[in-house]
């Protein structure tokens, strides 16, 4: 065991403690070393699979050690805890200079939560077809004539209070034909947005009625 090989595991060790210590209770980092097969279990940070120190390799260990072109990382594999629950796992080998598997790093999410929540979100946003409705806007309508209101005085370069009297009457006719004008309280809110009395939006609906 050369001193370098030990060098590598001791900086890797680092790296398992402050990784398992970002996402505790979720995510178990084990830290192998390849070098002793049968007590291979280095480290372990969040054991959720419930392995010590000094416990031997898994199957994904000795298939490193057995094959020198074993992938350095295997990412994202799924795998299973003793008690059932699912993980998402990763596997990252550390090579000496000889290019020889020393030890491995290995992460196990506990995707369990997750999945459930998934679940729960996909029954929540689930809609139901019920046929043939009408369409439904909800938002506010001081929100749609503001929206309105802006988008066309935009167009003209200049703000909604700042409409000539003719544009401003052209708005009105616009927001009336499209049901904006319908809604409770819409009059008071568009004078607001124009800064004009309700009188002078009555006086514009009037004028665009006359023949």
């Not at 890797?12 to 980092?29: Q, R, S, T, W, Y």
């Not at 938002?139 to 004539?145: E, F, Y």
């Not at 503001?146 to 927001?175: I, K, N, Q, S």
Request: net charge negative; hydrophobic share 35%.
């Amino acid at each position: 065991m050369s001193d370098e090989d030990e060098l590598l595991l001791r900086e890797a060790e680092k790296i398992a403690g402050a990784v398992g210590k970002m996402f505790p209770g979720l995510c178990e980092v084990v830290l192998h070393d390849l070098r002793d097969p049968d007590h291979a279990v280095r480290a372990v940070e969040n054991p959720l699979s419930g392995r010590r120190p000094g416990d031997p390799a898994t199957e994904l260990g000795l298939a490193r050690l057995a094959d020198p072109d074993f992938p350095d990382v295997v990412q994202n594999y799924p795998g299973r805890l003793p008690d059932g629950r699912a993980v998402k796992s990763t596997s990252i080998g550390i090579r000496n200079a000889d290019g020889a598997y020393v030890g491995a790093l290995c992460l196990n999410l506990d995707v369990s939560l997750l999945t459930e929540l998934a679940a729960v979100a996909t029954r929540l946003t689930r809609t139901d077809d019920p046929g043939p409705t009408p369409p439904e806007t909800l938002r506010p309508p001081a929100s749609a004539l503001h929206e309105a209101a802006r988008e066309y005085a935009a167009l003209r370069g200049c703000t909604p209070r700042e409409l000539p009297t003719r544009d401003r009457t052209d708005l009105v006719r616009a927001l009336r034909a499209q049901g904006h004008l319908d809604v409770k309280h819409a009059t008071r809110v568009l004078a607001g947005v124009l800064g004009v009395s309700r009188a002078t939006i009555y006086n514009d609906l009037r004028t665009q009625d006359a023949p």
